[in-house]
């Protein structure tokens, strides 16, 4: 669970919440750092060398959840994200998807990745990355993310100080 759970999805607020997290601090160096409201334990950012993720919508658990309904919940969340690329294109070009398959097998493999792609992993963040930049000498990216077919589905933002890249099988 996140902080955005019960949330309302508004791209506007979306678009509102990457502007911020584009001002913001993102650390230069350090360890990756999950942060979670201190009272309910819920996610809320992850902050690393050089970056930092945040959730932006969560939909409703989806369990005990099935067919039309799934598909309907299912349909609402890629159509946040659809809504948020377009206003996202609209603000700051053409996005590039950078796709997760390489950071998943590897992080399956058990093998290293770069500290942003091990976070995505750690936090279940799996879904391709739609990807800016750089914009005002940061890169932008969103994903929509489930874990498992009963979890929520959650709208993620990543910003970072460094250019998010698609990896190779053998990088």
Avoid: K
Avoid at 100 to 127: K, N, Q, S, W
Wanted: hydrophobic fraction near 40%; proline fraction near 7%.
């Amino acid at each position: 669970m996140t902080v955005r759970a019960g949330e309302t999805f508004g791209t506007g607020r979306a678009v509102r919440d990457i502007e911020a997290l584009l001002a913001g601090p993102v650390p230069a160096e350090g360890p990756t750092v999950g942060e979670g409201d201190p009272d309910t334990g819920e996610w809320s950012a992850t902050a690393g060398e050089g970056f930092r993720i945040v959730p932006l919508w969560e939909s409703d658990d989806l369990v005990g959840v099935y067919a039309r309904e799934w598909e309907e919940a299912e349909e609402a969340a890629s159509g946040h994200l659809a809504a948020l690329v377009a206003e996202s294109d609209r603000r700051w070009g053409a996005h590039r998807t950078v796709g997760m398959r390489v950071p998943v097998f590897r992080d399956r493999a058990g093998e290293p990745l770069p500290p942003l792609y091990r976070a995505l992993c750690d936090t279940d963040c799996l879904g391709d990355l739609a990807v800016w930049g750089p914009v005002d000498g940061r890169w932008l990216a969103v994903s929509l993310n489930q874990c498992d077919g009963d979890a929520p589905m959650i709208l993620v933002a990543v910003v970072s100080d460094r250019p998010i890249a698609e990896l190779d099988d053998g990088e």
